[in-house]
């Protein structure tokens, strides 16, 4: 029994040596791994550190050069190389565009403000524009616009060379009948650079969108920036202008009447165009065709027919109105021969496109207009995807 006692003891004692041996080999075993496991991991955060510091170099660098680049360009802009005056160029596009009551340059106003009811919506682009530029405009009367004459005649001579575009420096003024002024007397959309400056009443902020009245502005005119109107800087007290721009009554009519049916004719169109528009009904309409033909609105060229021998005509009606630049020539279409003698004023038929309608007018010589036709233009496009509705009494942003 003895000898037996001691043989389990002995086998107790190795199976326990056995088992502390495996033990120590199995912790040894996994200590290498996780220090092999720990180099390696060493070794990726290193390669790792490297390469953002080397990013980060390249980050330094790359801003460095980009910064020397518009140093560089800003010094060419202010010095350009008076050898090559082209070369100075400056980061502008639209950033929107007009959509107005006058669908055509035709009838469009020479000057803001003066038909109240010419109405047009600023559509900015989202792109460009966020909404929130827009806002605390609305709590301005009137705003500055800054746009283009993107419907010049000429425009292909502005890309010329400045000794090869042949560019008149003077224009004809409809104020002095005829007389030539220095452009930069005058506010002609023919100029050097192509930028129109006007001012608006504005109705009313909506999104991206700015309603407006009193605009001289055609349809689809690119706006490069608007800025609001400061009566105390913006309004120069004691200025002087020339006595030919002081006369306001050189291109007024004496009166302007509508046909007997012209009024049912207008709501008919009126309700076609109805979901588009920018008046309320045809009223309202009615009112805008007044106010705009309360000024002549005819070319200075046109205002001298049937005097002149050849007589401009399409379809056997006077041509829409033009602007009175030489260079708005080539917008007359076709040329019909007419005996000066066997026409007057009343039976010359002019043409006013507004809110995609063709109104027909005849002046006398006496400067009484009477409107006589209005039909809807099918050559002239409504792109508005919307209704936009003014409200005299609803300023919002």
Request: glycine fraction near 6%.
């Amino acid at each position: 029994m003895a000898s037996q006692a001691g043989g389990c003891k002995r086998l107790t004692a190795v199976i326990t040596l056995v088992l502390a041996a495996a033990l120590s080999a199995s912790t040894a075993l996994s200590l290498y791994f996780w220090r092999r496991k720990s180099r390696g991991l060493e070794s990726k955060v290193r390669e790792l550190e490297k390469s953002l510091k080397s990013s980060l170099g390249k980050c330094v660098a790359e801003r460095q050069g980009r910064i020397r680049a518009q140093q560089a360009l800003r010094k060419a802009l202010a010095h350009p190389n008076s050898d090559n005056v082209e070369s100075s160029s400056y980061p502008m596009a639209p950033i929107g565009v007009i959509q107005s009551c006058f669908s055509t340059r035709n009838g469009t106003p020479r000057q803001p403000l003066l038909v109240p009811l010419a109405r047009a919506c600023l559509v900015f682009d989202p792109n460009r524009v966020p909404p929130a530029s827009l806002e605390g405009l609305g709590e301005y009367s009137h705003c500055w616009i800054i746009y283009v004459f993107h419907l010049n005649t000429n425009m292909e001579k502005l890309w010329k060379e400045p000794s090869k575009s042949r560019f008149k420096a003077k224009v004809k003024v409809p104020r002095l009948k005829g007389g030539r002024m220095g452009v930069f007397a005058t506010r002609s959309p023919h100029r050097p650079c192509p930028i129109g400056l006007t001012v608006a009443k504005v109705e009313a902020v909506q999104e991206n969108m700015v309603l407006l009245s009193g605009v001289d502005l055609v349809d689809a005119t690119p706006v490069l920036d608007i800025k609001p109107y400061l009566p105390y800087c913006d309004a120069v007290e004691g200025a002087k202008v020339p006595k030919w721009v002081s006369d306001d009554n050189l291109l007024a009519v004496a009166s302007v009447s509508f046909s007997e049916g012209f009024p049912s004719t207008l709501a008919d169109c009126w309700a076609t165009i109805d979901k588009k528009s920018l008046y309320a009904s045809s009223d309202e309409l009615q009112s805008l065709i007044k106010q705009v033909l309360s000024w002549d609105i005819r070319s200075l060229s046109q205002r001298n027919r049937p005097h002149d021998s050849d007589v401009q005509t399409r379809n056997g009606e006077q041509l829409g109105n033009a602007s009175d630049s030489d260079s708005c020539k080539d917008e007359e279409a076709s040329t019909l021969r007419a005996d000066p003698a066997s026409l007057s004023f009343g039976d010359i038929i002019y043409h006013l496109n507004l809110e995609g309608m063709d109104v027909s007018y005849k002046i006398d010589c006496h400067g009484n207009v009477v409107v006589e036709k209005v039909a809807i233009s099918s050559g002239i496009p409504n792109t508005r995807r919307k209704p936009l509705r003014f409200c005299n009494t609803d300023r919002q942003i």
